[in-house]
T-cell receptor
């Protein structure tokens, strides 16, 4: 079983829709949770960074963390064609704080 | 525009050969990590260097090795290339000793194809 599970999709939505992405994890030591966006032929770009359970909002993006269920989510409101990319969740544990553990990534296409 | 640059962008090598990939970290970032991203997968941690010393390693064999230099540049060396080494290799730099406080800045990667 992988430490971090993420449905690879692909996910296709019309412009303006809400995009919902999620990851589950098995390692209780994970304390820091991130979402990266990766455009084709580019490296991952940090979108959101959270530490505790709860919600964090940044513009059109909302990240949720539920440590009791080992479940994290990313919501993108009013999606735009420029949001079309692969979204990767990533986590860091307290005992290996130098290492990012990534999910497989979900490919999202926003149709104009 | 990212502050981390990698070279070359693409590379084709033959099985059994050796390869060196290069990275120039963002100025002031004294931590560099390397990741391997196979097609359709998330990046996998190879190792991390802090002030020219390796201070963390993932599940990769010893034929994957690295160097970090005082001028914020670094190298990933892979010996005895195998077909499964074909992947996008990502360099990431951070201003701290761990990813948790400062976050990583990734380069655009080197696409390695082993034939």
């Amino acid at each position: 079983q992988k430490e971090v599970e993420q449905d690879p999709g692909p996910l296709s939505v019309p412009e303006g829709a809400i995009v919902s992405l999620n990851c589950t994890y098995s390692n209780s030591a994970f304390q820091y949770f991130m979402w990266y966006r990766q455009y084709s032929r580019k490296g991952p770009e940090l979108l959101m960074y959270t530490y505790s359970s709860g919600n964090k909002e940044d513009g059109r993006f909302t990240a949720q963390v539920d440590k009791s269920s080992k479940y994290i989510s990313l919501f993108i409101r009013d999606s735009q064609p420029s949001d079309s990319a692969t979204y990767l969740c990533a986590m860091i544990s307290a005992d290996n704080d130098y290492k990012l553990s990534f999910g497989a990534g979900t490919t999202v296409t926003v149709r104009a | 525009e990212t502050g981390v640059t990698q070279s070359p962008t693409h590379l084709i090598k033959t099985r059994g050969q050796q390869v060196t990939l290069r990275c120039s970290s963002q100025s002031g970032h004294n931590t560099v990590s390397w990741y391997q991203q196979a097609l359709g997968q998330g990046p996998q941690f190879i190792f991390q260097y802090y002030r020219e010393e390796e201070n963390g390693r993932g599940n990769f064999p010893p034929r994957f090795s690295g160097l970090q230099f005082p001028n914020y540049s670094s190298e990933l060396n892979v010996n005895a290339l195998e077909l499964d080494d074909s992947a996008l290799y990502l360099c990431a730099s951070s201003g701290g000793t761990g990813a948790n406080l400062y976050g990583y800045t990734f380069g655009s990667g080197t696409r390695l194809t082993v034939v």
